[in-house]
């Protein structure tokens, strides 16, 4: 089978429109890209199913969508403000700047075959701390007391709204909220395509339990996140835990397990999940002097936190990582992204045989039609067959359903599978509840791959 590289994943993204660089006529922006028709798609999926996941198929875990811009008293109380850096720095000769703690992962500027620090000509500046938060002004006037930060995480609008959603929610812990939303972070050196960039979007979840139970429930969302994954179709294979040192845990955290993927660059950080103790509520009680615990019939307390955080932008590369494939098939190359169904942006593509043929094309267009109505369809008359199969392979529609001769006189359609290929005859009038069905039905990678 052929190697995937990032780089072959970023050429199909840009070329059917997934993700292009951002800026691209200005000469793009270090590490900042623009998502395309399906590139939206993709991660409107992935995020609903995160957020049904969590929301829909449990009843512990209730919704939020808090601002960007905060109070940046939140930021002070957060540590944000104080330890939310990296030690950075600079290389003389060849003007590029690295982080300290991960020279390993570097390129010197002049030998990139060797790491900064290494060749006799690299004269490296001492490490200094670097604050990751973006800054900004709220309001007409630029001073110190009007400096705001856009948020590096989401974590922290979920925890100075516990005591709202407390008393507007039915909850009790053991019990979750959930936000998805933009995150800014000043990256000193961000790369790897959409792995890691300064403006990036988060999926996390603060879930709110008694402290003697911290320990299980972190336990408990490690293999529930990592289900997640797999049932999302991406291969066991791909994916470990691998459980934080003491020496790399954040600020906030007692104990963090990362669940790393094996992207075509190395096993790296997808999703952390944490055990976050009582520390960020303890820290917003003290600054805002606002009581943020549980009061129940017979008990108080000051909830721990276990957060499973994960990136949209991250998680939409491990999916595409894992679905691309270029293989052979009757002596022609296809690339194709096997994606598992429920996520593909595109379910279903209608496909007249014959793109001037005014009956076959009316027949098409309705069927067209009555899909759209319940999924995302799409209807293509344009080129050759052939082509048209080899797009929508590429953006990983697992069925296609070619309108012919045959339909016009039995009123049946070729259904072909993106994977196997398969091509089976259905009545045009079931197609549409049996598209349905198979979606819900569960999806694997084949095994030999
Ligand atoms: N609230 C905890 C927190 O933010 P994190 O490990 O810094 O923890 C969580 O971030 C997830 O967000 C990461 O596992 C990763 O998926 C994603 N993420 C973090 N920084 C990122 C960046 N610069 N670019 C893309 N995704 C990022």
Same mark, same amino acid.
Request: proline share 6%; no cysteine.
């Given at each position: 089978m052929a190697e995937v590289t990032i780089e072959k994943v970023a050429a199909l993204c840009r070329r059917r429109? +997934? %993700? +292009?660089?951002?800026?691209? /006529? *200005? @000469? @793009?922006l270090g590490s900042a890209y623009d998502y395309g028709h399906y590139g939206v798609l993709l991660r409107q999926n992935i995020k609903n199913e995160w957020l049904r996941a969590l929301t829909q198929e449990r009843e512990d875990v209730v919704a939020l969508d808090s601002a960007i811009i905060l109070n940046p008293q939140v930021w002070a109380a957060s540590g944000h403000i104080g330890g939310f850096s990296d030690p950075m720095v600079d290389c003389r000769t060849c003007k590029l700047r690295f982080r300290a703690d991960d020279l390993e992962h570097a390129s010197c500027g002049r030998r990139p075959s060797k790491h900064p620090g290494e060749t006799p000509d690299c004269d490296l500046t001492e490490a200094r701390e670097f604050n990751l938060m973006f800054e900004t002004f709220v309001g007409p006037l630029r001073d110190t007391q009007s400096v705001a930060y856009l948020r590096p995480e989401t974590a922290q609008g979920i925890f100075v709204n516990f005591k709202n959603v407390v008393s507007s929610m039915r909850v009790k812990p053991p019990f979750g909220i959930a936000q998805i939303g933009k995150s800014f972070r000043n990256e000193i050196t961000p790369g790897n395509f959409i792995f890691r960039l300064r403006e990036f979007e988060q999926m996390e979840m603060e879930f709110f339990v008694p402290p003697s139970e911290a320990q299980q429930w972190h336990a408990y969302w490690i293999d529930e996140r990592l289900r997640w994954f797999t049932s999302l179709g991406l291969r066991e294979s791909n994916l470990r835990i691998r459980e934080h040192g003491?020496? =790399?845990l954040s600020h906030y955290s007692s104990a963090t397990s990362d669940i790393e993927y094996l992207y075509p660059i190395g096993w790296l950080e997808l999703e952390g999940v944490a055990n976050r103790g009582d520390y960020d509520l303890r820290q917003h009680a003290e600054h805002s002097g606002t009581a943020l615990e549980w009061v129940g019939h017979d008990e108080r307390y000051v909830p721990h936190v276990i957060e499973p955080a994960v990136g949209v932008d991250r998680s939409m590369l491990a999916f595409l990582c894992d679905a691309y494939h270029e293989e052979e098939v009757a002596g022609r190359p296809r690339t194709v992204l096997r994606l598992h169904p429920r996520i593909a942006p595109v379910k279903a593509a209608v496909l007249p045989l014959i793109g001037k043929d005014t009956a076959? %094309?009316?027949? $098409? !267009?309705? &069927? *067209?039609?009555? &899909?759209?109505? %319940?999924?995302?369809? =799409?209807?293509?008359?344009? $080129?050759? /067959? @052939?082509?048209?199969? !080899? !797009?929508?392979? =590429? /953006?990983?529609?697992?069925w296609g359903l070619t309108i012919d001769e045959q339909t016009l006189q039995d009123g049946t359609v070729t259904l072909r599978d993106r994977d196997t290929l398969e091509q089976e005859r259905i009545p045009v009038a079931g197609a549409r509840d049996l598209l349905l069905e198979r979606l819900q039905q569960p999806w694997s990678p084949a095994p030999h791959e």
């Open positions: 429109a +997934f %993700v +292009f660089p951002s800026s691209d /006529i *200005y @000469g @793009g003491p020496d =790399e076959m %094309v009316e027949h $098409a !267009r309705a &069927l *067209y039609e009555d &899909l759209r109505r %319940v999924m995302t369809a =799409e209807y293509d008359d344009s $080129a050759a /067959i @052939g082509k048209r199969y !080899r !797009r929508q392979d =590429e /953006i990983g529609t697992p």
